[in-house]
């Protein structure tokens, strides 16, 4: 899910600390602009609307048999780094990271509901189509290989650092079901999420074609 409700978390960090992040949040706002998340940029609204009118509209399949670990992710991508890091690195500003390649300070703005972060670990990486979503949308005949390369896509706007509990909060919907807080950024999510979809020639129901053609007539 972003699936990573398999992954419980306390909170309570957050409320324990509010006030003093607070403090900490505006420092950044007016110390200089906020780091952008850069995703490799998906097509313009104009190309979406196409992809989405040639994409396949199908009841979505059953979650029979899935399992993150049929998606192998964080895998190796350069040196010491793996997928994760790669992103925190790319969607961060001012990362820096230790000899293992693990961001030890930056900050990190969060595209989903507009909050930035300087801790590596407040941030989680999205997939844009959740792997359990690519499952029921025709990932399940994949092969692993396959699997792997969509959960680690560096070139398409697959993954994104976003807010960690907002990402959990998304799980594994579909935009008719969530869409970012931050309605700033639903035409950017809906072309990224059309792209995928379109890239890995995945199919959609037709609630998620309706939610997205709506987003993407509005941009």
Avoid at 145 to 168: E, K, P
């Amino acid at each position: 899910m972003s699936d990573t409700f398999t992954r419980r978390r306390v909170y309570a960090r957050r409320a324990s600390v509010f006030g003093g992040f607070v403090a900490l949040l505006g420092t950044l706002v007016l110390s200089g602009p906020a780091a952008e998340a850069s995703p490799p940029t998906p097509p313009s609204a104009a190309t979406a609307r196409t992809q989405l009118a040639s994409l396949t509209v199908k009841a979505e399949g059953s979650s029979d048999g899935y399992s993150r670990d049929k998606f192998p992710h964080w895998i190796t991508q350069s040196g010491a780094c793996n997928t994760r890091e790669e992103v925190l690195k790319r969607d961060g500003e001012n990362v820096q990271t230790d000899s293992s390649c693990a961001a030890t300070s930056g900050t990190w703005y969060s595209e989903y509901d507009g909050e930035t972060w300087s801790a590596s670990g407040d941030v989680d990486i999205d997939h844009v189509v959740p792997l359990s979503e690519a499952w029921k949308s025709g990932a399940n005949s994949w092969t692993t290989a396959q699997r792997q390369a969509f959960a680690n896509d560096l070139t398409h706007s697959q993954l994104i650092a976003v807010t960690d509990n907002v990402n959990q909060a998304k799980g594994d919907q579909d935009p008719a079901e969530w869409l970012p807080p931050r309605s700033a950024y639903h035409c950017m999510y809906a072309r990224m999420w059309v792209s995928v979809k379109y890239t890995y020639k995945l199919t959609l129901d037709s609630a998620e074609k309706s939610a997205l053609s709506g987003i993407l007539n509005g941009c």
